[in-house]
Every structure is written in C-alpha cells, then in structure tokens.
C-alpha cells in the first residue's frame, strides 16, 4: 500500500481511497476471467485461395473487421479489413486472401486470463485476436469489445450474487438470539508467502462490508490487518494465525506467532525501525512503518513479545453508535 504513513487514524479523521488504495473489481476481473469465457465461439473464416472479392461479402453482410485464415483446418493466417483497403487500392479483388494475409499470427490461449489478452492487445496493436486450444486449433476470437461486454456482465452477475450475500451476512447479527454475539474469522498465514500477501485482509474487509460495515470502517480493518498479515509472512518463523471477533459494538483483532520475537518492543514501536533483510527491503516492504499504521487505525493497540517465545499483537476498534452490526435481544432489536 502506498503513502501509509500519511494515513490519519480513527478519531474523526479519514483514510481515503487514494491512501488505501486496492485492486478495483474490474481489475480482479480481468484475472478471474477466463479467455473462453468472454471470445466469440461462432468464427467466420476463409481459406487461402478464397478470392479477395468474396471476403469483402463476408465482412460486409456479418459486420466484422477481420477474419482467421484456415487450411486444412490450421490456422495458417489473419486477413483483415486494412488488407482488404490496399488490395482495392490496387484493384486486385480477384486475388487470392494468400496474396494478402498475414502469417505472422498472434494469438492467444483459450484457458489464458483476460488480463493476458489486454496485455497482447496493448504490446502487439492487433485489433482481434484469434483464440487457440491446447493443440493450437482455432476455438475462437477476442476483441477488445468482447473484453467489455465479457467484464459488464460479469460484474452485472457479481452485483446480483453479492447483493444476495451482503444481505444475508448483514442479517447474522440480527437473526440469532443470544446474550452476547460474535462472528470469529481465523486465517493461517504462511512464512515468506509474498505471493498471497494480503489476501487474508482482503477477505476480512469484504466480510465487513456484507456484514453492513460502512467503507471507512472497513478500510481501516483492512489496513491495520494488512499491516500485521505482512509482518507475519516476514518476521516469523513459522507463520502465524489471524484471528478477528466481530461483535456488535467491537472487532477485536489479534494476530499470534511462535516466531522468533520481539528483544525491544518499544523500539519496535519505532517510525522506521524494522529487522527485514535486504532482501526483504528490495521487494518494497519492512519499511518500519506497519505498527504505526496499525495504531492509526485502531482504538487500542497490544504487542505483547519476548526473544524466542513469539508475538501476539492485539487490535481493537470499538464501534460509534452509528457504525455497530444489528443484534437481537429478548426485548427487541438494538443497533
């Protein structure tokens, strides 16, 4: 996360977007999706010797701008609509597409990411891309307008399903009867996984989020879980548990580790102090400022630490009337 240290904390001061900044679900999109998922299954195609007269029918009656050139069922070439702009400029319609096609092909793989077709799209210029399967057969082709409806609709079904969760995790609280309610999240976190850094923050924020936590709120859980899930991945020797409560009135978030621990807890406490290795340090993290912006988040801020026995860390953000989760009481709902 970029700019942390000028994040303001809790006490009526905002955490922006531009300060934590995440991934927007277009982009995580663009990585879920599948190739196959967004193409145009239905291709038009031509053969070599096909003259150039009859491609011109083909792209004006179907509306396209290019089409896959294939012999024997292998996809030998591209024809597109520019070929077809210099071979009437030469008054050559009756030649045939192998006079004009181009064999330098760039394609894509249909199990590939979307991500990997913009990227193809942005470094090659192409204005379509055939889509090819394990054996390198034409199954399809991307464009960048199949990309768009692709991305629209998904969101448009992720909308829906996360409409349906966010109401049923934003009942929880208020449907169950009992003296006092927690919900217990608890996520294992392994050494050195700079990979799947973050993750576990992640899903605590969109847990929040369903469960009715307003967007600051869950910003400022994420961030102060970010902060301690990475200390974790880089500090410990073992990895470590996560492991948050959300109540009505509170999220109480703790993290433990049997890893090699704190000598000076104070000086950990530092702006700038940290033990990461350069190594560490050259992939941009262990800069020293996780558990100030931990305590920039939070209500209530433990490290509790001791040379060979481990850490825990103890954060607690206490809920402003407005912002606590339903619950049900025997005289009725309280927020």
Request: net charge neutral.
């Given at each position: 996360?970029?700019n942390l240290?000028?994040l303001?904390?809790?006490r009526?001061?905002i955490?922006?977007?531009k300060?934590?900044?995440?991934?927007?679900?277009?982009?995580?999109l663009?990585?879920?999706l599948?190739?196959?998922?967004?193409?145009?299954?239905n291709v038009?195609?031509v053969?070599?010797?096909?003259?150039?007269?009859?491609?011109?029918?083909?792209?004006?009656?179907?509306?396209?701008?290019?089409?896959?050139?294939l012999?024997?069922g292998?996809?030998?070439g591209?024809?597109?609509?520019e070929?077809l702009?210099r071979?009437?400029e030469?008054?050559?319609?009756h030649?045939p597409?192998?006079?004009?096609?181009?064999?330098?092909?760039v394609?894509v793989?249909?199990?590939d990411?979307?991500?990997?077709?913009?990227?193809t799209?942005?470094?090659?210029?192409?204005?379509?891309?055939p889509v090819?399967d394990?054996a390198?057969?034409?199954?399809?082709i991307?464009?960048?307008?199949?990309?768009t409806r692709?991305?629209?609709?998904a969101?448009q079904?992720d909308?829906?399903?996360?409409?349906?969760r966010?109401?049923?995790?934003?009942?929880?609280?208020?449907?169950?009867?009992?003296?006092?309610?927690?919900?217990?999240?608890?996520?294992?976190?392994?050494?050195?996984d700079?990979?799947?850094?973050?993750q576990?923050?992640?899903?605590?924020?969109?847990?929040?989020?369903?469960?009715?936590a307003?967007?600051?709120?869950?910003?400022?859980c994420?961030?102060?879980?970010?902060e301690?899930?990475m200390?974790?991945?880089?500090h410990?020797?073992?990895?470590?548990?996560?492991?948050?409560?959300?109540?009505?009135?509170?999220?109480?978030?703790?993290?433990?580790?049997?890893g090699?621990?704190?000598?000076?807890?104070?000086?950990?406490?530092?702006?700038?102090?940290?033990?990461?290795?350069?190594?560490?340090?050259?992939?941009?993290?262990?800069?020293g400022m996780?558990?100030?912006?931990?305590?920039r988040?939070?209500?209530?801020?433990?490290?509790e630490?001791a040379?060979?026995k481990?850490t825990?860390?103890?954060?607690?953000?206490?809920l402003r009337?407005?912002?606590?989760?339903?619950e049900?009481?025997?005289?009725?709902t309280v927020?």
């Amino acid at each position: 996360m970029s700019n942390l240290h000028e994040l303001q904390g809790r006490r009526g001061r905002i955490i922006t977007d531009k300060d934590a900044r995440e991934i927007s679900r277009v982009e995580e999109l663009s990585y879920d999706l599948k190739i196959s998922e967004v193409m145009t299954r239905n291709v038009k195609t031509v053969s070599p010797d096909m003259p150039m007269n009859a491609v011109l029918e083909i792209l004006r009656v179907n509306r396209i701008s290019g089409v896959p050139v294939l012999e024997h069922g292998d996809l030998v070439g591209i024809l597109s609509i520019e070929d077809l702009v210099r071979c009437m400029e030469k008054n050559e319609l009756h030649f045939p597409v192998s006079a004009y096609m181009s064999r330098n092909i760039v394609s894509v793989n249909a199990y590939d990411s979307v991500v990997k077709a913009i990227e193809t799209f942005s470094t090659q210029r192409k204005g379509r891309l055939p889509v090819v399967d394990e054996a390198g057969k034409l199954v399809g082709i991307i464009t960048k307008g199949d990309i768009t409806r692709g991305v629209l609709n998904a969101l448009q079904r992720d909308y829906h399903e996360e409409e349906l969760r966010r109401y049923r995790a934003s009942h929880l609280f208020e449907d169950i009867t009992s003296d006092r309610t927690s919900l217990i999240l608890r996520y294992n976190i392994k050494p050195r996984d700079y990979l799947n850094g973050g993750q576990a923050s992640s899903h605590i924020k969109r847990a929040l989020l369903r469960l009715g936590a307003n967007p600051q709120l869950a910003r400022q859980c994420g961030i102060a879980i970010y902060e301690a899930e990475m200390n974790l991945i880089i500090h410990t020797t073992h990895g470590g548990i996560i492991r948050v409560q959300i109540e009505p009135h509170r999220i109480l978030m703790q993290t433990t580790d049997d890893g090699p621990g704190i000598e000076d807890v104070q000086k950990a406490l530092t702006p700038g102090w940290s033990t990461a290795s350069q190594e560490v340090r050259d992939m941009g993290f262990g800069a020293g400022m996780g558990l100030v912006n931990i305590q920039r988040c939070v209500d209530r801020m433990e490290l509790e630490s001791a040379p060979g026995k481990g850490t825990r860390l103890t954060m607690e953000i206490i809920l402003r009337p407005e912002e606590r989760f339903k619950e049900t009481e025997e005289n009725g709902t309280v927020a």
